[in-house]
């Protein structure tokens, strides 16, 4: 069983990540009214949020999915990826399962949708602190949370392309960079050219996320990305 984060005299130290001001602010104000949390710091993108944790090493980070540049799946990737002890928690308005699938297979220990009640939430990130997991805000023990993903991954028909997905996403921070500038509608040769690389490695970006996606092009991949919440509706542009 997984062991809890702390002593039960020690407060828990919590970031917040959300590019919502408005939604940021009230999970902050729900947070602080608790006697045994400490918010020790807030950011509005995946970057920041990501300096913020190696900066302040924190117990809990609550991150949404759907973040200007590095969102909050790359952010628990690369928290994991540098051995931070801290423990992430997704906040979504899309409870899909495929993302939620990925999230906890890139080490996630909470996913949440947006709509929680204020009370569940702190209910749910103390668990977390104890070693239980957050799935569809439901409180499982690590036990239950193996056996969940066991069945979410099983080899069965119906599960085949959820399997194919999870073996071979995430992204990498790169294809993810390369399908941001897609999704403002760059060509390669201006995807190549903010990025500082070559029009042949854009072409092998494309061709390497175009796989692991499962799309045929372009189009195909920027409406996968807005699904699953990876960029913004209101970030996605054409090219005159």
Not at 225 to 237: E, I, N, R, T
Request: charged letters at 25%; a negative charge; aromatic letters at 6%.
């Amino acid at each position: 069983m997984a062991k809890p984060l702390m002593q039960d005299q020690q407060k828990t130290s919590l970031i917040i990540i959300d590019d919502h001001p408005l939604f940021r602010q009230g999970v902050i104000d729900v947070l602080r009214l608790e006697a045994d949390f400490d918010v020790i710091a807030d950011a509005s993108n995946g970057e920041d949020g990501l300096a913020l944790i190696r900066k302040h090493h924190p117990h809990i980070a609550i991150t949404d999915v759907n973040l200007p540049d590095r969102n909050g799946l790359m952010v628990v990737e690369q928290v994991v990826q540098e051995g931070f002890s801290t423990r992430m928690i997704l906040l979504t308005a899309y409870d899909d399962a495929e993302q939620k699938l990925n999230a906890f297979h890139l080490g996630a220990w909470g996913y949440c949708t947006k709509d929680i009640q204020p009370s569940d939430l702190v209910e749910r990130i103390r668990a977390v602190v104890k070693g239980h997991y957050i799935v569809s805000d439901e409180i499982v023990s690590e036990e239950e949370f193996r056996e969940w993903l066991a069945q979410q991954t099983g080899c069965g028909h119906q599960n085949e392309k959820m399997s194919r997905l999870l073996a071979n996403l995430p992204l990498s921070p790169r294809e993810m960079e390369v399908l941001s500038y897609l999704s403002l509608g760059q060509s390669n040769k201006e995807i190549a050219h903010h990025l500082g690389i070559s029009h042949q490695t854009v072409k092998n970006h494309l061709a390497s996320l175009f796989r692991k996606l499962g799309v045929e092009d372009r189009t195909q991949a920027v409406i996968y990305a807005l699904q699953h919440g990876w960029v913004q509706m209101d970030s996605v542009g054409t090219k005159e």
